[in-house]
C-alpha cells in the first residue's frame, strides 16, 4: 500500500483500516517491548508481523526489502514477532515505509501476514553474553556416513515389537566400536532407545534417572537436524544445534544437573551463516534464521547401572535425594495464597510477553466464529488479551480471565 507519510487530507477505507493496523502495530511494540516510532523517516524500520517469531524466514524477508534498496542490516530477534532493517540512506527507508507498510507475504507455513512498518530512532537489542556448552557435553558433526545413517534408518520396523531384543543390533556394535576407539565413549552401552519424531513434536525437559543408567548417555540424530534445549537449575538456557548425523554426549555436569529437552515447533532458530553447522546458537539477532523440521529419528543409547549412584548432584539424583512427603493445606486462605504466589503471579508477569507474541486470531478460529447463528453465546476460558472478542459482532461473547491486563 503507498502512504504518503506527510499525510494527506482525504483518506480512503482502505487507508483508514491500515493506519488502525499500523497504529495498533505501534502501539503494541510500544506496550510489550518498549519500542518506540518515531513520526520522522530515518534509516531504521521496525517490521510488525515481520519476525521470526512469525515464521518469517531471513531470507525471505531479505528478498522483500531489497527490492527497495541496499540493506545495511536486518536484525531479527529469536522468537519475536518483529524485526528491524536499517537501509544505507533515509530515501531508501521511506520507499520501504510507502511501498511495504501493509503487503501481504506467506509465511513459512503457508499462512498470509501483512507488514506493518514505522521509523524507529535506532534498532536496539540487548545482546546476551557469550555463552559455552554445558560441562561434559560434546557435539561431534558427521560421525557417520550418509550410507551409514540409510543403514541404521532401514533398520528399524516401527510395525513390529522388539521390547525383549536383549543384544543391540549388528550395524550399532560396530559404531559402538568406531566411538570406543575414536574416545567420544569410554563403556560400550547396552541399552537402545529409539525414537522417532515429526515436525512439531518435542522431549519435555528432564534429567535421564542417576539409579538407572550409568555415567554416559550418546545419541545419533537421523534424518534432520534439530536444537535441543538445555538448562540450569539456576535458570541458566543453553539451545544446541545437533546437525544431522551428529552424536550428542553427555557426561558429567550435563548428564546429571542440567535437564534437557526439545521444544515442540515446526521451526528452530538458528544462525545464518552458512558455515554454521552445529553447537550453540548465539544470540546476534543479525545472524538468525529459520529452519524447517523434517521427519528426525534418534538412536540413544545408555548403559544400565549395576551398582547405586554416588554422584557429586545429590540434590537432583534420584537414589540420594530423600522423598519428602506431601502435607495438607490446613486452610481456605493457606490455598489461596499458594494459588497466588505459583498460579496468578507467575501469569502476571509473563502476561506482557504472551500478549506480545499472540495479537493475530488463528484462521481457523476466526473461521469458526464467523461460521456461527447468529445470537449464538461463546465462552472463551481463559481469553487472554482478548483477540478474539471482537470476530463476530452477531455473537454473546462472555470472556473470563483472571491476570493483570
Given at each position: 500500500?503507498?502512504?504518503?507519510?506527510?499525510?494527506?487530507?482525504?483518506?480512503?477505507?482502505?487507508?483508514?483500516?491500515?493506519?488502525?493496523?499500523q497504529s495498533?502495530?505501534r502501539?503494541?511494540l510500544?506496550?510489550?517491548?518498549?519500542?518506540q516510532?518515531v513520526s520522522?523517516?530515518?534509516?531504521s524500520?521496525?517490521?510488525?508481523n515481520?519476525?521470526?517469531?512469525n515464521?518469517?524466514?531471513?531470507k525471505?524477508?531479505?528478498l522483500?526489502?531489497?527490492?527497495?534498496?541496499?540493506?545495511e542490516?536486518?536484525?531479527?530477534?529469536?522468537?519475536k514477532?518483529y524485526?528491524f532493517?536499517i537501509?544505507?540512506?533515509?530515501?531508501?527507508?521511506k520507499?520501504?515505509?510507502?511501498?511495504?507498510?501493509g503487503?501481504?507475504?506467506i509465511?513459512d507455513?503457508?499462512?498470509?501476514?501483512?507488514?506493518?512498518?514505522?521509523?524507529?530512532?535506532?534498532a536496539?537489542?540487548?545482546?546476551?553474553?557469550?555463552?559455552?556448552?554445558?560441562?561434559?557435553?560434546?557435539?561431534v558433526?558427521e560421525?557417520?556416513?550418509?550410507?551409514?545413517?540409510?543403514m541404521?534408518?532401514?533398520?528399524?520396523n516401527?510395525?513390529e515389537?522388539t521390547g525383549?531384543?536383549?543384544?543391540?543390533?549388528?550395524?550399532?556394535?560396530s559404531?559402538?566400536?568406531k566411538?570406543?576407539?575414536?574416545g567420544y565413549?569410554?563403556h560400550?552401552?547396552?541399552q537402545?532407545?529409539?525414537?522417532?519424531?515429526?515436525?512439531?513434536?518435542?522431549?519435555p525437559?528432564?534429567i535421564?534417572?542417576h539409579?538407572?543408567f550409568?555415567?554416559?548417555i550418546?545419541?545419533?540424530?537421523?534424518?534432520?537436524?534439530?536444537?535441543?534445549d538445555?538448562?540450569?537449575?539456576?535458570?541458566?538456557?543453553v539451545?544446541?544445534?545437533?546437525?544431522?548425523?551428529?552424536l550428542?554426549?553427555?557426561?558429567?555436569?550435563?548428564?546429571?544437573?542440567?535437564?534437557?529437552g526439545i521444544?515442540?515447533?515446526?521451526?528452530?532458530?538458528i544462525?545464518?551463516?552458512?558455515?554454521?553447522?552445529?553447537?550453540?546458537?548465539?544470540?546476534?539477532i543479525?545472524d538468525l534464521?529459520l529452519?524447517?523440521?523434517?521427519?528426525?529419528t534418534s538412536?540413544?543409547f545408555?548403559?544400565?547401572?549395576?551398582?547405586?549412584c554416588?554422584?557429586s548432584?545429590?540434590?537432583?539424583?534420584?537414589?540420594?535425594?530423600?522423598?519428602?512427603?506431601?502435607?495438607?493445606?490446613?486452610?481456605?486462605?493457606?490455598?489461596?495464597e499458594?494459588?497466588?504466589?505459583h498460579v496468578?503471579?507467575v501469569?502476571?508477569?509473563?502476561a506482557?510477553?504472551?500478549?506480545?507474541?499472540?495479537?493475530s486470531?488463528w484462521?481457523?478460529i476466526?473461521?469458526?466464529?464467523?461460521?456461527?447463528?447468529?445470537?449464538?453465546?461463546?465462552a472463551?476460558i481463559?481469553?487472554g488479551?482478548?483477540?478474539?472478542?471482537?470476530?463476530n459482532?452477531?455473537?454473546?461473547?462472555?470472556k473470563?480471565?483472571?491476570?493483570k491486563?
Open positions: 500500500m503507498n502512504i504518503n507519510h506527510e499525510g494527506v487530507l482525504k483518506l480512503t477505507k482502505m487507508e483508514k483500516k491500515f493506519l488502525r493496523k495498533k502495530a502501539h503494541v510500544l506496550k510489550h517491548e518498549g519500542i516510532a520522522y523517516p530515518t534509516q524500520l521496525v517490521i510488525a515481520g519476525g521470526l517469531g515464521a518469517v524466514s531471513r525471505q524477508l531479505l522483500t526489502l531489497e527490492k527497495c534498496g541496499p540493506v542490516a536486518l536484525l531479527m530477534p529469536p522468537n514477532p524485526a532493517v537501509f544505507q540512506t533515509i530515501e531508501e527507508s520507499k520501504a515505509y510507502s511501498i511495504l507498510n503487503k501481504e507475504i509465511d507455513l503457508g499462512q498470509k501476514i501483512f507488514l506493518y512498518l514505522n521509523f524507529v530512532e535506532k536496539q537489542w540487548k545482546k546476551l553474553g557469550l555463552q559455552a556448552l554445558p560441562p561434559g557435553l560434546l557435539v558433526e560421525i557417520i556416513s550418509s550410507e551409514e545413517e540409510k541404521l534408518l532401514e533398520s528399524v516401527w510395525t515389537d525383549n531384543q536383549h543384544c543391540l543390533p549388528e550395524i550399532c556394535s559404531i559402538l566400536e566411538l570406543l576407539k575414536e565413549i569410554k560400550k552401552p547396552d537402545l532407545t529409539i525414537n522417532q519424531y515429526e515436525p512439531g513434536h518435542g522431549i525437559a528432564h535421564d534417572s539409579s538407572a550409568e555415567h554416559e550418546v545419541s545419533l540424530s537421523l534424518g534432520s537436524a534439530i536444537v535441543m538445555f538448562k540450569h537449575p539456576e535458570g541458566v538456557t539451545q544446541v544445534m545437533l546437525p544431522r548425523r551428529s550428542l554426549v553427555m557426561t558429567g555436569e550435563s548428564r546429571y544437573l542440567w535437564t534437557h521444544t515442540p515447533r515446526k521451526f528452530d532458530t544462525q545464518a551463516s552458512e558455515q554454521f553447522k552445529g553447537g550453540i546458537i548465539n544470540s546476534d543479525g534464521t529452519s524447517k523440521r523434517g521427519m528426525r538412536f540413544t545408555r548403559k544400565v547401572r549395576r551398582i547405586p554416588n554422584c548432584y545429590s540434590s537432583v539424583c534420584d537414589r540420594q535425594r530423600k522423598a519428602t512427603p506431601p502435607s495438607l493445606l490446613e486452610s481456605s486462605k493457606e490455598a489461596l499458594l494459588e497466588q504466589k496468578h503471579h501469569y502476571d508477569e509473563i506482557s510477553h504472551f500478549s506480545s507474541t499472540r495479537h486470531p484462521p481457523r476466526v473461521e469458526f466464529l464467523k461460521a456461527l447463528p447468529s445470537g449464538s453465546i461463546v472463551d481463559g481469553c488479551n482478548g483477540k478474539y472478542l471482537g470476530i459482532k452477531e455473537l454473546y461473547m462472555a473470563r480471565g483472571s491476570s491486563p
